[in-house]
């Protein structure tokens, strides 16, 4: 039988799903352990670990292992993605206008900033020491995981969950499933049309391993008189200028999905379609802004449930 706890958490809809045979109680406690996540890793809150962790720039600063971990995988987004993702884009975002949670966000009053070049630092400039868990970043240098921290909770929480049951965990749009059902059938996840409201645009039926979908048709908001986004291209850093409205990934893990889509979608249909059929292990669609819809070649294969 399904068992499906919804809540919010880090500023968006999250989904914990498990196919057991009476409903589990640990399934309650993830909305507890989301909350433990965030007050660590938010950095909209003034008194999380990341916040005091970005006041101290310059500095050797202990951190928990929770965070330690994440950074951990933002390390491994950067190395996966050859740098487009990079979780020192906070003082981008900020100077983009995305200076507080989107769920408390007005799209038509965001703050106008004057126009402000900001230099993304390179992610091998915070110094490191795993024997200490310390972190130092550059100075001035400060932290934003994002979707880098949604990915790892969904994962982390899956794995946590599939001692019970095979397990489904979507925090935002970031997914991953445990493996198939118990009668052995895949999951179904609906990818939203992100020009049609309410609408799916696909089913993807997935046994095993992560889905994310990364769009600049959500998270928008105008700053004199130009509209902006949240996915900042580190080269440049200001909102990345693509032809991509949505890219969704499918990828062996939810982390490797969400830094992918991200990294597609920055890089442009055409560099991103080749980047995602260079490599068998991935699977994605493309809605261009055009309304274009492009596939990779293998993504036939998540497309029938007798999979």
């Known amino acids: 039988m399904i068992y499906n706890h919804e809540f919010h958490a880090m500023g968006c809809k999250t989904q914990a799903i498990v196919d057991t045979d009476s409903r589990p109680l640990m399934l309650e406690e ?9 007050q660590a890793l938010s950095r909209f809150r003034l008194d999380s670990e ?10 050797p600063i202990p951190v928990s ?31 983009a206008g995305y200076e507080k949670s989107f769920d408390r966000f007005q799209i038509e009053s965001a703050t ?41 909770a969904a994962h982390q929480t899956m794995e946590r969950l599939k001692v019970i049951g095979p397990a489904l965990v979507s925090a935002g749009g970031d997914i991953e499933v445990s493996g198939p059902l118990l009668d052995d059938e895949a999951w179904s996840i609906g990818v939203e049309d992100p020009l049609n409201v309410n609408s799916y645009l696909e089913t993807i039926y997935l046994k095993s391993g992560g889905v994310a979908t990364s769009g600049k048709d959500y998270r928008f908001w105008m700053r004199n008189g ?13 909102p990345a200028e693509t032809d991509i409205l949505t890219a969704t990934v499918i990828a062996p893990t939810v982390m490797q999905a969400e830094a992918m889509a991200k990294a597609v979608l920055i890089s442009g ?11 068998e292990t991935l699977a994605g669609l493309l809605v261009l802004e055009n309304g274009e819809r492009l596939d990779t070649r293998n993504l036939r294969k998540y497309l029938r449930s007798s999979r």
């Open 50 to 59: 990341l916040s005091q962790l970005n006041l101290s720039s310059g500095a």
């Open 30 to 38: 993830v909305a507890v352990w989301f909350e433990e996540w965030e």
């Open 226 to 238: 130009k509209s902006q986004h949240h996915i900042i291209d580190p080269n440049t850093g200001i």
């Open 269 to 279: 249909s055409q560099v991103g379609l080749s980047w995602l059929d260079g490599d």
């Open 112 to 152: 106008d900033f004057s126009e402000l070049e900001v230099s993304v630092p390179i992610l091998n400039q915070v110094i490191s020491d795993e024997a200490s868990k310390t972190i130092c970043l550059p100075q001035g240098a400060r932290l934003d995981f994002g979707g880098v921290a949604k990915g790892w």
């Open 65 to 95: 292992q929770v965070l330690w971990d994440v950074f951990q995988n933002s390390i491994e987004a950067e190395r996966l993605t050859q740098g487009l993702v990079n979780p020192l884009i906070l003082d981008a975002l900020v100077c």
